[in-house]
């Protein structure tokens, strides 16, 4: 588990080089420590599998004879890994090591001599000072999401103790040379291939990688790498696409990420950086599938409001209105006429749209493993773009509409907001002690991760 915790992060996945990332993600020593705890368990329980097969012979033993033996039924009862490191190399990878192990074995064994004499016990077999080192390869699949393999092993077994129930001390001696040998052997020769089998094991796992997320019916978001992970001592930095596109229609937006990097912070398991090229492809997006659009009728204007959409009330603003189309309903359509502009300022985020040249506020926050918004009104200037019931004074509807605005297409817009979009996640994976800042062209969640189940 301890690798698919992280893997997907690092993974080799392909990459458009010569291109900035739009999310940046960095695990720090502190989400490793907690993915190497994870880790030991799955080991553990791998371990636990270990078939060391039956083992018989014959040995000549002073002054009896040759003496026929077996040892069968070897089962593991308990596997202790008290010590254990999951280390970084720069520029490499990731180095697993575990010392101190220990194996617990029970089985039976039986021994016949002089042709007639037979006798048969069981016997319990401590396995000590265990180590185990492995170097784990990270590449991509055909889907763009990670694949792990261990590229090397070595394991050695430090010493082997056995003691027997039933049976004469003289058992002791038969024994002795074959638990340093034969025994040992076999041991050693399951562990490193039982380690294999527990780092492909976790490939299944590393497909849950949203790569490409669903965010609604018009949008997802892709979250393929666009360069190799860059691996320190003490932390990977992740550079990820991070880019919003129309479902079925993959259009690049008229403007390219900047290069950005992530602060020097280690409080957290995990930092993820969302460049404010990730947040204005998104308005592309929406802008484009037409999404940005609202229709308000009447019956979206609260009880107590006092102007009302019909040509009578807009009559004493427009009176052409009121001439042409005497006592009729209205309704009134907001939407963007160009893409808006979000731009991202320490502790701020504004949201500047073109035509009414309106702009708004952004709080951000995260909730579960999506990032979401509310927006509040900083201020809206009108202007007449188009008549078709001649000139008119635009300032006079400028209070009306500013209200509307705040009344109505505010709240709606915040509803759709505070559903948020996924951000980079594994299974189920649960974000905790997140902590979120908005800073010069990028913001900056920082947080610590839980993975149930």
Same mark, same amino acid.
């Given at each position: 588990?301890?690798?698919?915790?992280?893997?997907?992060?690092?993974?080799?996945?392909?990459?458009?080089?010569?291109?900035?990332?739009?999310?940046?993600?960095?695990?720090?020593?502190?989400?490793?420590?907690?993915?190497?705890?994870?880790?030991?368990?799955?080991?553990?329980?791998?371990?636990?599998?270990?078939?060391?097969?039956?083992?018989?012979?014959?040995?000549?033993?002073?002054?009896?004879?040759?003496?026929?033996?077996?040892?069968?039924?070897?089962?593991?009862?308990?596997?202790?890994?008290?010590?254990?490191?999951?280390?970084?190399?720069?520029?490499?990878?990731?180095?697993? =090591?575990?010392?101190?192990? $220990?194996?617990?074995?029970?089985?039976?064994?039986?021994?016949?001599?002089?042709?007639?004499?037979?006798? =048969?016990?069981?016997?319990?077999?401590?396995?000590?000072?265990?180590?185990?080192?492995?170097?784990?390869?990270?590449?991509?699949?055909?889907?763009?999401?990670?694949?792990?393999?261990?590229?090397?092993?070595?394991?050695?077994?430090?010493?082997?103790?056995?003691?027997?129930?039933?049976?004469?001390?003289?058992?002791?001696?038969? $024994?002795?040379?074959?638990?340093?040998?034969?025994?040992?052997?076999?041991?050693?020769?399951?562990?490193?291939?039982?380690?294999?089998?527990?780092?492909?094991?976790?490939?299944?796992?590393?497909?849950?990688?949203?790569?490409?997320?669903?965010?609604?019916?018009?949008?997802?978001?892709?979250? #393929?790498?666009?360069?190799?992970?860059?691996?320190?001592?003490?932390?990977?930095?992740?550079?990820?696409?991070?880019?919003?596109?129309?479902?079925?229609?993959?259009?690049?937006?008229?403007?390219?990420? #900047? #290069?950005?990097?992530?602060?020097?912070?280690?409080?957290?398991?995990?930092?993820?950086?969302?460049?404010?090229?990730?947040?204005?492809?998104?308005?592309?997006?929406?802008?484009?599938?037409?999404?940005?659009?609202?229709?308000?009728?009447?019956? !979206?204007?609260?009880?107590?409001?006092?102007?009302?959409?019909?040509?009578?009330?807009?009559?004493?603003?427009?009176?052409?209105? #009121?001439?042409?189309?005497?006592?009729? !309903?209205?309704?009134?359509?907001?939407?963007?006429?160009?893409?808006?502009?979000?731009?991202?300022?320490?502790?701020?985020?504004?949201?500047?749209?073109?035509?009414?040249?309106?702009?708004?506020?952004?709080?951000?926050?995260?909730?579960?493993?999506?990032?979401?918004?509310?927006?509040?009104?900083?201020?809206?200037?009108?202007?007449?773009?188009?008549?078709?019931?001649?000139?008119?004074?635009?300032?006079?509807?400028?209070?009306?509409?500013?209200?509307?605005?705040?009344?109505?297409?505010?709240?709606?817009?915040?509803?759709?907001?505070?559903?948020?979009?996924?951000?980079?996640?594994?299974?189920?994976?649960?974000?905790?002690?997140?902590?979120?800042?908005?800073?010069?062209?990028?913001?900056?969640?920082?947080?610590?991760?839980? $993975?149930?189940?």
């Amino acid at each position: 588990m301890f690798l698919c915790c992280w893997l997907p992060l690092v993974a080799l996945i392909p990459m458009t080089l010569g291109t900035n990332p739009g999310v940046e993600v960095r695990l720090t020593e502190k989400g490793l420590e907690y993915g190497r705890q994870l880790g030991m368990a799955s080991i553990q329980q791998k371990l636990k599998t270990i078939k060391v097969p039956d083992i018989s012979g014959s040995q000549k033993v002073s002054p009896i004879g040759k003496v026929q033996y077996s040892l069968s039924n070897l089962q593991i009862v308990d596997v202790g890994l008290p010590k254990s490191a999951l280390d970084l190399v720069a520029g490499t990878g990731v180095r697993l =090591s575990i010392g101190n192990a $220990f194996l617990h074995l029970h089985g039976n064994w039986r021994v016949k001599y002089m042709k007639i004499i037979k006798d =048969s016990g069981s016997f319990d077999l401590n396995v000590n000072d265990l180590t185990i080192a492995t170097s784990i390869a990270i590449k991509s699949d055909e889907t763009g999401r990670p694949v792990v393999s261990s590229v090397s092993c070595k394991a050695a077994v430090g010493s082997a103790s056995i003691k027997f129930h039933g049976g004469a001390s003289w058992l002791y001696n038969l $024994f002795k040379d074959f638990i340093d040998k034969a025994l040992r052997n076999a041991l050693q020769k399951q562990i490193c291939p039982l380690v294999a089998d527990a780092v492909s094991d976790l490939n299944p796992r590393l497909k849950t990688l949203n790569v490409v997320a669903k965010v609604d019916q018009y949008a997802e978001i892709e979250y #393929a790498m666009v360069s190799s992970p860059t691996v320190s001592n003490s932390s990977i930095d992740l550079s990820l696409k991070g880019e919003f596109y129309n479902i079925g229609k993959h259009q690049e937006p008229p403007f390219s990420p #900047a #290069a950005f990097s992530l602060p020097s912070q280690i409080n957290n398991m995990l930092y993820i950086g969302v460049s404010v090229f990730t947040a204005n492809s998104a308005a592309f997006v929406y802008n484009t599938a037409g999404a940005l659009g609202l229709y308000i009728t009447d019956d !979206m204007i609260p009880h107590g409001f006092p102007i009302r959409l019909n040509t009578r009330t807009f009559g004493d603003f427009i009176p052409q209105i #009121a001439k042409r189309f005497p006592g009729l !309903m209205m309704k009134l359509l907001v939407k963007t006429v160009k893409n808006p502009v979000i731009s991202f300022e320490p502790n701020n985020v504004t949201v500047q749209t073109t035509g009414t040249e309106t702009s708004v506020s952004a709080k951000l926050f995260v909730t579960e493993m999506r990032l979401a918004g509310a927006v509040t009104l900083n201020k809206m200037t009108l202007t007449l773009g188009k008549s078709y019931v001649g000139e008119f004074q635009v300032k006079s509807l400028h209070c009306i509409l500013q209200m509307v605005l705040k009344v109505v297409v505010i709240p709606i817009v915040n509803v759709e907001l505070a559903k948020g979009y996924p951000l980079p996640t594994l299974g189920k994976m649960k974000l905790v002690n997140t902590q979120l800042q908005v800073l010069k062209d990028y913001i900056l969640i920082g947080t610590d991760v839980q $993975f149930v189940g």
